[in-house]
């Protein structure tokens, strides 16, 4: 009997030692898979935010749109023959987050597309490119991007001009869809673009200047001996602005200078929608372009892009301090 003892004993002590490595497995084995729960809970948290931040904007743009056509109706019921000009909101709160909204009057910047549009509206880009850039060629090659003939302008740059790029490719012969689109043309770089980008927008088609919510710039640039400040501070003294463009023409600001009448316009159709929803430290960018039909007040929307660099990015109402802690939080919880 003592003899078998120690073979027992030794039998014992390994079925002791097997029975703790099995327990230490298990041990570990679920510590990795409560971790990885507690990842996908995460993990299914964050992207359940982002749905509702995502819905919270597509709901600040119908508000947006609520507002446009509010103010839009209201200057009609007033007899009043101008587009809204828009104002700086405040801040909504929904449940457990917030929405930030911007309303940009896109005819308050130089349009793009005014590139197949008259030899009045022509000539505003060949000013944009001349004074801001020192390079009023560019007026030509952006015209033969959107023309659709393959014949060179003065100047300008047409598929040859491209086809020997690496990689090659063809001018595109259709309307700018956007500002950024400027990159794909001869003569222009970042670098250049980042310069006249705060005055930029592409619009379905060529369009006048309003200016009732034009910058000091837009104004000074376009109308040669114009002071954009007395703009301004007229604006700024007499809300909402100038009821027509004869008043415009017969104020005292704009005496002896010469401007066409087709360049400016009161009657603004395009505006600019940026949102900005947060919840739960989660955010969602949107920026929407929408038209409005001057007789009907009918809004339509004409583009949307989710993201965070807009359109129209000149200016931000909604940039607080605030906002750029919540970025820093959201970036960190990737």
Known sequence: MNAHAPSSQKQTGAALISVLLLFALITILTAQLISQTQSGIERTRWLVSDAQAYQYALGGEILARQILWQQHQDLKAEGISISPVPQALPIYQ????????????????????????????????????????????????LGDWVDADNTPLPGGAEDSAYLSLTPPYRTADRKINSSSELLALKGIDAELLSEIMPWLTALPEPTAINPNTASAEILSLLIPGLSGEQVLNFRETNPPGFLSVSEFLAADISAGLEINPELL??????????????????????????????????????????????????????????????????????
Do not use: C, M
């Not at 917030?98 to 793009?112: F, H, K, M, Y």
């Not at 929803?277 to 809004?299: G, P, Q, V, Y």
């Open 94 to 141: 929904p449940e457990y987050g917030e929405i930030a909204i911007e309303i940009v009057d896109l005819q308050g910047q130089l349009n793009l597309n005014n590139a197949i549009g008259s030899d009045t509206q022509k000539a505003s880009l060949t000013r944009l490119f001349g004074t801001l850039l020192l390079k009023p060629e560019l007026a030509q090659v």
């Open 265 to 334: 316009t009161v009657s603004s159709r395009y505006y600019g929608l940026k949102i900005r929803a947060s919840i739960n430290d989660r955010n969602s960018w949107l920026s929407s372009i929408i038209s409005i039909d001057t007789e009907t007040s009918e809004l339509t929307l004409q583009k949307r892009t989710l993201g965070k660099t807009s359109e129209f990015n000149h200016t931000d109402l909604f940039k607080t301090e605030q906002a750029e802690q919540n970025d820093t939080e959201t970036i960190s919880l990737h």
